[in-house]
């Protein structure tokens, strides 16, 4: 078993939909949480992250972390194509460099 | 302030041969993580350097290496290529001076092993 689970997908949605994208762990020590986004050809990219749990809110996204229940949450407000990408969850325990990566949910938002 | 360059930024190879991927890091951060990504294990940690010194590794073999230079640039080699080596290799850096591990990433070097 995987130390964190991501559906692939993809997944479609239509311009102005609300996007919620998953991701699930087995590890407690886990303390930094981000989700980073992939352009095709491109190295990723860091949207936003959650140190512990909580909510965190940057314009059109919003992270939360539930950590009882090992389950991390991205949620997209007014899709746009540009949106279109791979999103990848990414942790790590407190110090230390070392992130663990989900295997990316790829988003194809549709005008 | 320019990002984290990786080159080259494609390399076909066959079987057996060994492979230097290069990586400069944002100017500034000292700690150089290398990441492998294929379509089946997604992104998987190679080792993190950090002035000079190894600090983190994965569970990859010994035929994967790397090194970082005074300078902060670090470089990975790979010896006796398999197929199952092609990949995007991607490097990231960062400051380490941060409560977390923001990561910035560089384009990647896309290696093809035939």
């Known amino acids: 078993q995987k130390e964190v689970e991501q559906d692939p997908g993809p997944l479609s949605v239509p311009e102005g939909a609300i996007v919620s994208l998953n991701c699930t762990y087995s590890?407690?020590?886990?303390?930094?949480f981000m989700w980073y986004r992939q352009y095709s050809r491109k190295g990723p990219e860091l949207l936003m992250y959650t140190y512990s749990s909580g909510n965190k809110e940057d314009g059109r996204f919003t992270a939360q972390v539930d950590k009882s229940s090992k389950y991390i949450s991205l949620f997209i407000r007014d899709s746009q194509p540009s949106d279109s990408a791979t999103y990848l969850c990414a942790m790590s325990p407190p110090g230390f460099q070392k992130l663990v990566f989900g295997t990316g949910t790829r988003l194809l938002v549709s005008p | 302030k320019a990002g984290v360059t990786q080159t080259p930024r494609y390399l076909i190879k066959t079987r057996g041969q060994q492979v230097t991927l290069s990586c400069s890091p944002i100017s500034g951060h000292r700690s150089v993580s290398w990441y492998q990504q294929t379509p089946g294990q997604g992104l998987q940690f190679l080792f993190e350097y950090f002035s000079e010194t190894q600090r983190n590794k994965g569970n990859f073999p010994g035929r994967f290496s790397g090194r970082q230079f005074s300078n902060s640039r670090s470089e990975m080699n790979v010896s006796t290529l398999e197929l199952g080596d092609s990949a995007l290799y991607l490097c990231a850096s960062s400051s380490v001076t941060r409560g977390y591990n923001e990561q910035f990433f560089g384009p990647g070097t896309r290696l093809t092993v035939l």
């Open positions: 590890n407690s020590a886990f303390q930094y």
